[in-house]
């Protein structure tokens, strides 16, 4: 298409003395080889007229042009609105409440907003709290003197017409010399360090999609008012959030390149928006208590047993995900009420009390299916193994007794050894398939931001080079093959079905690992085994896992891996969460006891300093 209009111009390039013409999205000619730009520009056909007249027009000044490359001013907390709003979307297409849109993440957000003065307020930081400091002398070789670059903070007496005209004087003085596409990027570049949980962060919105669901109906909240929450059942665990975000249900990596036309990035803005790796489970957590703490919000609603959020419910998730047995439940059940979790002044997060944290609910559920599998089969790599070969000479007989299969598959004991490789097998697939999707996956966004406009040549010639060699690349080796696009589900395995991971083992009894006795039904094994209950100190201690794991049982460090796959977290978090609910099953003080004061000696001189009558009368 760019052939014909440029086959009249046969002039070569001034730089590499090509002549290989192409037409920018402005009307003006560049060069293909060293993407040089000219000031000649397209010649426009106008069919008004009667007669065919070429009108070729040159640009004269930056006025126009500037104004058409940066967009219109925006600010840094439209962009993040705006990935708020299509992560919402997101959200609800998800199935979570559809109060959690307009009701509780808006009303979050004006909190935030109001909280942080950055609207909302009579004076924002944003215009009344900061203006462009022109250097004192420039040189050719200097950096961009004008533009954001340079902030100094004010006084609060200055007015924000003051802040807003500075700012716009900044903008359209010179397109080339501004350092970013948004009004405020400097501000959150240089004050981002020093002021805690106020400044947005895109890990900050996901811990917002986090806090949402968990306190559904904070009305009032932007007004300053204690807010009335009420429990959502459709609330979503962290690990579920983070893993809908790894796979591009969430927007979340490169969400700016969904910005409309006339928001422009570029410059300091890569800083704030452009991120390429999904957050630790542990970071967006930190963030989530943080910015509960910051926008001082009410006690969170007491989390039910008819709540997705309670142990029982994620508990029974989490079993049906590790294709164990559904009488597993009961026993989990029982451990929920001995160690005192299930209750709702335990379950609920209130920010305001100083002692209260954010609970990792899936965590604890994982850590729950953990300890009842150590009450049950022991795992110290003997007592499960031996248990196993009870069942499956068990399942044995049975099958021998009975002609039918089906009847048999119904009456079968659970065998972990069988669940152990059938699990295991389903695990490394698992594990090679994400590695693979990770590897095709392009983290680089189709929209590029540039650094400053001097580079933008530089990177638009990179670009082209790079999709020129996967094109000649696709040619030699073949249509690269298409991803396929799963619906965002809860659940990582599917057990029992057609073209599955494997059988199901849900139906199958622990009649193997039970016995009767006083009445009531008791554990086979009847010893129990756990790690040094010692309690530690965050800020402190460091982490113990990489000390401990070479001494634990290869059966539960194998379930650890297992686990923290499911959850997308480190095996530490789930050994720690495991650690921290049997002490409170063992209810063991932890604390060393105080020493004792040292007796000391009696001598001639302690003796006359104890009574100093003897000493006045001597």
């Not at 990027?185 to 890990?203: D, I, N, V």
């Not at 926008?295 to 039910?304: A, G, M």
């Not at 009531?520 to 309690?535: E, K």
């Not at 990489?546 to 050994?575: N, Q």
Request: with cysteine; glycine share 6%; hydrophobic share 30%.
């Amino acid at each position: 298409m760019d052939e014909e209009h440029t086959a009249g111009y046969r002039e070569p390039c001034a730089q590499c003395s090509e002549v290989s013409w192409g037409i920018t999205e402005e009307g003006r000619f560049y060069c293909r080889s060293c993407h040089n730009v000219i000031e000649r520009t397209q010649d426009v056909v106008d069919t008004s007229f009667v007669t065919n007249s070429q009108v070729s027009s040159i640009s004269r000044g930056p006025q126009k042009k500037a104004k058409l490359e940066h967009g219109r001013e925006w600010l840094v907390c439209e962009g993040f609105q705006f990935i708020l709003q299509q992560q919402a979307e997101a959200l609800l297409d998800m199935g979570v409440c559809p109060q959690f849109k307009d009701e509780v993440l808006c009303t979050l957000w004006r909190r935030y907003l109001q909280k942080s003065q950055q609207a909302y307020t009579r004076a924002p930081v944003h215009t009344a709290r900061f203006r462009l400091s022109q250097q004192g002398s420039e040189s050719d070789s200097a950096p961009e003197s004008l533009g954001l670059s340079e902030i100094s903070w004010l006084s609060g007496s200055e007015t924000e017409t003051e802040g807003a005209s500075s700012v716009s004087a900044g903008r359209s003085s010179d397109g080339a010399s501004s350092c970013s596409g948004s009004l405020d990027a400097a501000f959150y570049c240089s004050a981002q360090k020093g002021r805690g949980p106020t400044l947005m962060t895109m890990p900050m919105t996901l811990a917002l999609c986090h806090l949402g669901p968990s306190a559904v109906g904070a009305r009032g909240a932007a007004a300053g008012r204690p807010a009335q929450v009420r429990a959502g059942r459709e609330a979503l665990p962290l690990a579920d959030l983070l893993r809908f975000a790894a796979k591009g249900h969430l927007p979340y990596v490169n969400a700016y390149q969904d910005f409309p036309e006339e928001m422009r990035l570029y410059g300091r803005d890569s800083r704030i928006f452009r991120v390429e790796s999904i957050p630790s489970y542990e970071k967006v957590q930190r963030e989530a208590h943080r910015l509960a703490r910051f926008l001082d919000l009410p006690r969170f609603p007491p989390i039910t047993q008819d709540c997705l959020l309670h142990p029982s419910l994620l508990c029974l998730k989490y079993l049906t995900e590790a294709n164990l047995p559904d009488e597993m439940h009961g026993w989990v059940s029982r451990l929920v009420g001995q160690a005192g979790i299930g209750e709702e002044g335990y379950l609920t997060f209130d920010p305001v009390r100083r002692n209260g944290q954010l609970l990792s609910y899936d965590v604890q559920a994982a850590a729950l299916i953990i300890v009842a599998m150590k009450l049950l089969f022991g795992l110290n790599d003997k007592t499960e193994w031996t248990l196993s070969n009870k069942a499956n000479k068990e399942n044995q007989g049975s099958q021998d007794r009975e002609c039918s299969a089906e009847t048999s598959s119904a009456d079968q004991s659970f065998s972990l050894r069988r669940w152990y490789r059938t699990v295991q097998q389903a695990l490394e697939a698992a594990r090679r398939g994400e590695e693979q999707d990770q590897a095709r996956k392009s983290w680089k966004s189709h929209k590029p931001m540039y650094p400053s406009k001097k580079e933008k040549s530089v990177f638009l010639k990179r670009r082209r080079v790079v999709e020129q060699l996967q094109m000649n690349f696709q040619r030699l080796s073949g249509p690269a093959p298409q991803p396929q696009g799963y619906a965002p589900s809860s659940f990582r395995f599917q057990w029992g079905e057609e073209g599955g991971d494997g059988p199901s083992f849900h139906h199958q009894s622990l009649g193997c690992v039970l016995k009767e006795k006083g009445g009531s039904t008791r554990p086979c094994s009847t010893r129990y085994w756990h790690t040094a209950l010692r309690s530690c100190e965050p800020s402190h201690c460091k982490d113990h896992f990489p000390e401990v794991e070479p001494t634990l049982p290869r059966t539960y460090a194998w379930l650890l891996d297992l686990f923290s796959f499911l959850l997308g977290v480190k095996p530490s978090l789930v050994h720690a969460e495991v650690c921290n609910l049997e002490g409170r099953l063992v209810k063991k003080r932890t604390r060393p006891r105080p020493r004792k004061p040292k007796r000391k000696k009696t001598t001639e001189r302690t003796r006359r300093q104890a009574s100093p009558r003897e000493t006045v009368s001597a």
